[in-house]
């Protein structure tokens, strides 16, 4: 547990305001971090992907002796420390060549890691594609592929796709541009089986290319801009179940209150239910037209027939008696 700091002036407390839950949140910033060894093609790859996530990033080039699945306190720390939700720290070693371990922090707290060993043979940089590159700050197009990634079951893979979700999908919006969506963000990987338990990654970065084509819409076309990427999955720790269910918990106010009884259907028209009491026509006002007013013979003819109606039944009643017979004499 981090020690609980009391703030010692004005200054202090607003800078511990700031960190504190918010209804609406800043965008997640992830800390990069360099562990005791490194290689040159985790430094390269390292610099990519801070280049794709920038602004919404933090690096760090000094070494640090980590080793999160031992002793995450100090992944806790320099979450603290620089306000950041994730962390992705790269780490060299014979065991676990080219190792990128990438965790999520739940108010400052690791909740889940999962590491990521990347293939040096099949590893392209950004550099190595000579095109054009997006501007800062766009949010790309994100693609899963493979039915791994939608298994009921929590595995690495569906751990994988939360955790690439939050890496790279930036800041939070309600509305996009079309043309600000400039890149997409390929990750497949192909289906388990008896002979490949433990599938590649694949992730690939691809330009978005808009051509005429001779009609109202236009041709979509995709290009390769880089870095490319396989990994292998590695250890992962899931989420404790408590902790998962404090980080999903929505505040109030967050959402609009929605209105009883009013739906939207699937055209997007809104539809509702109105309840109406008993209504009494007799006393319902209705406007006084000289059209409407019956005349004085059809009332006379009318009170005649109820005078009749009432006759007929009064003369045409009967009593009835019954008598009930003595018992005879034996």
């Known amino acids: 547990m981090l020690k609980q700091v009391k703030p010692k002036n004005a200054r202090a407390k607003r800078a511990m305001a700031k960190r504190e839950?918010?209804?609406?949140?800043?965008?997640?910033?992830t800390l990069f971090l360099t562990g005791q060894r490194t290689s040159q093609i985790l430094k390269l790859a390292v610099a990519d992907l801070s280049t794709l996530k920038r602004p919404f990033?933090?690096?760090?080039?000094?070494?640090?002796?980590?080793?999160p699945f031992d002793d995450a306190s100090s992944l806790e720390f320099f979450s603290l420390k620089n306000d950041t939700s994730l962390l992705l720290l790269s780490l060299h070693s014979k065991k676990r060549p080219h190792c990128m371990t990438l965790a999520r922090t739940f108010h400052h707290k690791i909740l889940d890691m999962l590491e990521l060993y990347l293939n040096p043979d099949t590893f392209r940089t950004l550099q190595q594609f000579k095109n054009k590159k997006p501007s800062i700050g766009l949010k790309p197009l994100i693609a899963f592929h493979g039915t791994v990634f939608e298994d009921p079951i929590q595995t690495k893979y569906t751990l994988a796709?939360?955790?690439?979700?939050?890496?790279?999908?930036?800041?939070?919006?309600?509305?996009?541009d079309v043309e600000g969506l400039q890149y997409?963000?390929?990750?497949?990987?192909?289906?388990l089986t008896d002979t490949t338990p433990n599938p590649e990654v694949k992730v690939r970065f691809y330009l978005i290319r808009t051509k005429r084509s001779g009609q109202k819409l236009p041709r979509v076309e995709v290009?390769?801009?880089?870095?490319?990427?396989?990994?292998?999955?590695?250890?992962e720790q899931f989420p404790d179940a408590d902790?998962?269910?404090?980080?999903l918990k929505k505040p109030k106010g967050a959402e609009p209150r929605t209105k009883k009884n009013i739906e939207t259907d699937v055209m997007g028209d809104k539809t509702g239910k109105i309840h109406v009491g008993k209504q009494d026509l007799g006393t319902m006002q209705t406007r006084k037209m000289k059209g409407l007013k019956r005349s004085?013979?059809?009332?006379?003819?009318?009170?005649?027939?109820?005078r009749q109606d009432e006759e007929g039944s009064v003369s045409g009643e009967s009593v009835v008696c019954e008598t009930t017979p003595k018992k005879a004499r034996v």
């Open 57 to 67: 990033c933090e690096r760090f080039t000094k070494k640090n002796d980590i080793h």
């Open 296 to 306: 004085r013979d059809e009332r006379l003819e009318d009170a005649a027939e109820a």
């Open 21 to 29: 839950p918010q209804q609406n949140e800043n965008p997640k910033t």
């Open 243 to 247: 902790m998962l269910k404090a980080s």
């Open 161 to 176: 796709k939360s955790l690439l979700i939050d890496f790279f999908k930036g800041q939070d919006t309600s509305e996009i």
């Open 223 to 235: 290009e390769e801009m880089g870095p490319r990427m396989d990994f292998t999955l590695g250890r």
């Open 184 to 191: 997409l963000i390929s990750i497949s990987a192909q289906e």
